[in-house]
């Protein structure tokens, strides 16, 4: 069964650092979501994709944050300079171009600690 | 402001009992309705969907119900199994926000043998 992928799963970076995860989603799927996880908190969206175009980043810090998916494929997303409040789980899921938008598939995650 | 409040963060129930997961929403604009299930290290996974026109929606051993006076939605389970543990989100979208997916924060439902 064809999945999310992503790396690396934890990540220890000191704050002020850069850090970049990767994610590559089932294939064929055309939306790509990047969610951050704070502990005792749901899923909430940075970014998303439609192909190789952004359709909604109202969440992502822009100052800090940058993401790109320059063929429309794996993406990227790039943390510069980690604060110790980036701590948290971050999730790339995919879903399929004429599928139900909520039928999202989850990658397992990157667990992200700043020190 | 939490558009989507699951209020119990935790839910104990023996195995082959009923399981209610309880979940409460602020926008009547939401069109659909979902629940995840999540297993520690691992991303979640779609389980259940309803649209906002419908007030039920069944899947073997899951069902979720609607209210839309009382904005209010739960996820029943029955009978409960111990593979039934995990967190489950509760979350929701509408269309006219490019089917942004708002998740709750999670309850955490542990099945006792």
């Known amino acids: 069964e064809a999945e999310v992928a992503q790396s690396p799963r934890y990540k220890i970076t000191e704050k002020s650092q850069a850090v970049a995860f990767w994610c590559d989603p089932i294939?064929?799927?055309?939306?790509l979501y990047w969610y951050r996880q704070i502990l005792g908190q749901g899923p909430e969206l940075l970014v998303q994709?439609?192909?190789?175009?952004?359709?909604?980043d109202s969440q992502l810090p822009k100052d800090r944050f940058s993401a790109e998916r320059l063929k429309g494929v794996d993406s990227t997303l790039k943390i510069q300079p980690a604060e110790l409040g980036d701590s948290a789980m971050y999730l790339c899921?995919?879903?399929?171009?004429?599928?139900?938008?909520?039928?999202?598939?989850f990658g397992p995650g990157t667990r992200l600690t700043v020190t | 402001d939490q558009q989507v409040k699951q209020n119990s963060p935790s839910l104990s129930v023996q195995e082959g009992r009923i399981s209610i997961l309880n979940c409460d929403y602020t926008?009547?604009?939401?069109?659909?309705f979902l629940w995840y299930k999540k297993y520690p290290a691992e991303g979640p996974t779609f389980l259940i969907s309803?649209?906002?026109?419908?007030d039920k929606n069944e899947d073997g051993r899951f069902t979720v119900f609607l209210n839309k006076s009382a904005k209010h939605l739960s996820l029943h389970i029955v009978p409960s199994q111990p593979g039934d543990s995990a967190v489950y989100f509760c979350?929701?979208?509408?269309?006219?926000?490019?089917?942004?997916?708002?998740f709750g924060p999670g309850t955490s439902l542990s099945v006792i043998p």
């Open positions: 899921a995919s879903s399929r171009t004429g599928g139900a938008p909520y039928e999202q598939y």
């Open positions: 294939s064929g799927h055309a939306t």
């Open positions: 994709f439609q192909d190789e175009s952004v359709v909604d």
């Open positions: 926008n009547s604009m939401f069109d659909y």
């Open positions: 309803i649209s906002s026109i419908k």
């Open positions: 979350a929701a979208l509408s269309k006219t926000s490019y089917d942004k997916v708002i």
